[in-house]
């Protein structure tokens, strides 16, 4: 199970360049797809939807080209974009009976996969409701039932927890991490935690290109030793935000809780910590204004990550 993603560049009309020169090879797993606003992201989540072609390079499923033959991947996806329509007269079921058609299953297999995925999604007391009355939350998680109807191999989904309550995000990292064995899961999110729950690899796209793809703990170590938090008044925020690169900043009674990202302490105050994914990725994209990383390397010839 192979997708790839060859020197795809995608140019729109009246506007910027969405991407430039993309190359990834992926396979079974958890692929994070992490990048600023404008970075790229939504364009290429299109692009392997089978939503938009590019402009230029290919999209290879199984050494099939998709722009060419875009039924062969078609029966196999699973998308959830980010901006997820329901009709709001329907309910659940209805909901979810009209797009299994529309996938092409069988009555008698929709029925099944339907219970299955109300169960899982913790939808069955609410499934005989119109749409138009669910939360924003319950409108996510039928949006990611509609996309796991086929039981698809490769699924993507842009920043699918978004309206999720902390119990229900917890719910969707397991159950990314329960799919991710048997077929290759592509999502979108601004919320790293999400990716470092359940992310077995990570993309980086900024201004429309790669500009990492790697494995988490690469990335991770990539700021080891750099990442430190230092105490600091109120008065002082702005002057270390202008001087450093700052992941976070928290008040508490005693001042204000700064961490961030530097060679060397910033203060002799300053204490080192243990680096989380969200430094890391914060490094990779801005450290020192560059905003850019050089991809490392595969560590082993059977390693399905990739460099641009």
Request: no cysteine; hydrophobic share 40%; proline share 7%.
């Amino acid at each position: 199970m192979i997708l790839e993603i060859e020197n795809v560049s995608k140019q729109y009309r009246r506007g910027p360049l969405g991407l430039r020169d993309v190359s990834l090879r992926l396979g079974p797993g958890v692929i994070g797809l992490l990048g600023p606003n404008g970075a790229g992201k939504t364009s290429l989540m299109n692009i392997l939807a089978t939503i938009t072609q590019p402009t230029n390079g290919r999209i290879l499923w199984h050494g099939v080209d998709i722009a060419k033959e875009p039924d062969a991947l078609r029966r196999v996806l699973g998308y959830l974009p980010q901006d997820f329509g329901v009709y709001p007269h329907l309910n659940a079921v209805e909901f979810l009976r009209y797009m299994a058609a529309i996938k092409g299953l069988l009555p008698a297999v929709a029925r099944s996969r339907i219970d299955e995925l109300l169960t899982l999604l913790n939808l069955t007391q609410a499934a005989k409701r119109p749409l138009g009355s669910y939360s924003g939350g319950m409108k996510q998680r039928i949006g990611i039932a509609q996309a796991l109807l086929n039981d698809p191999q490769l699924l993507i989904v842009d920043e699918p927890t978004v309206g999720l309550d902390p119990e229900e995000r917890n719910r969707f990292r397991q159950l990314i991490a329960d799919l991710a064995g048997n077929r290759i899961i592509l999502f979108s999110t601004h919320i790293v935690g999400d990716i470092e729950a359940s992310a077995t690899e990570i993309a980086i796209l900024n201004k429309g290109q790669l500009r990492q793809h790697t494995t988490p703990e690469v990335l991770l170590r990539a700021v080891e030793g750099k990442v430190w938090e230092w105490i600091v008044l109120a008065a002082e925020l702005p002057q270390v935000r202008q001087r450093h690169l700052v992941s976070s900043a928290i008040r508490r009674s005693d001042g204000i809780h700064v961490r961030l990202i530097a060679d060397l302490p910033p203060a002799a105050a300053a204490k080192m910590v243990t680096p989380t994914l969200e430094d890391a990725y914060l490094g990779a994209v801005q450290l020192d204004g560059r905003e850019t990383a050089v991809p490392p390397k595969p560590t082993t010839k059977q390693s399905p990550i990739s460099n641009p």
